[in-house]
């Protein structure tokens, strides 16, 4: 028996698991970044122009999906910014199975009217906003931006159409 018959080098398979760990973690960063980034919402380049009484509210259309629009949003919530001369009440609602241009009768053309956190949200369904204002106002609505998960992806984005609203006195 000599020396070398007992030594032998075992190399360690180092560069492979760097490897792996590589392709993994470009696989974590390539999936994170497609759960991040869901198509676009439509927006409108039109400004809704609205007119109602002080204490009247008045319910606006402001984001229907078209009717190819082939997705379920599932809705986290729904934010709006609203600036005004004076203090105006805007809540974002779900009018399910309907939709409205402007009216003060939101229950002849939804058959459900929800607070749309929580709701799926699709083709037929629309979100509107229920304004209100005890005094004479001008207020600028912004485009909604709907927090929503489809699938694996989640993406809070800009929606639908702006919209200016002038209270009027009695």
């Not at 970044?33 to 676009?40: L, Y």
């Not at 439509?42 to 809704?48: G, L, Q």
């Not at 629009?69 to 805007?90: C, I, P, Q, Y």
């Not at 779900?94 to 053309?109: D, K, S, Y």
Request: aromatic share 6%.
């Amino acid at each position: 028996m000599t020396l070398t018959d007992g030594l032998q080098v075992r190399q360690r398979p180092r560069l492979a698991a760097v490897v792996w760990m590589l392709v993994g973690l470009v696989g974590v960063v390539a999936l994170m970044w497609f759960s991040r980034s869901p198509t676009e919402l439509p927006v409108s380049e039109e400004t809704v122009s609205v007119s109602t009484p002080v204490g009247q509210p008045v319910y606006v259309g402001v984001f229907a999906p078209p009717g190819d629009f082939g997705r379920t949003l599932h809705l986290s919530g729904v934010k709006v910014h609203t600036t005004a001369n004076t203090e105006v009440t805007v809540v974002p609602l779900l009018c399910r199975g309907g939709t409205i241009g402007v009216t003060t009768q939101p229950e002849t053309f939804c058959s459900e009217l929800l607070d749309p956190e929580g709701q799926r949200f699709g083709a037929g369904d629309e979100i509107v906003l229920k304004i209100t204002s005890a005094d004479p106002a001008i207020a600028v609505i912004e485009r909604v931006r709907l927090g929503y998960r489809e699938g694996i992806q989640s993406a809070t984005q800009e929606a639908g159409a702006e919209t200016i609203v002038r209270v009027l006195g009695r």
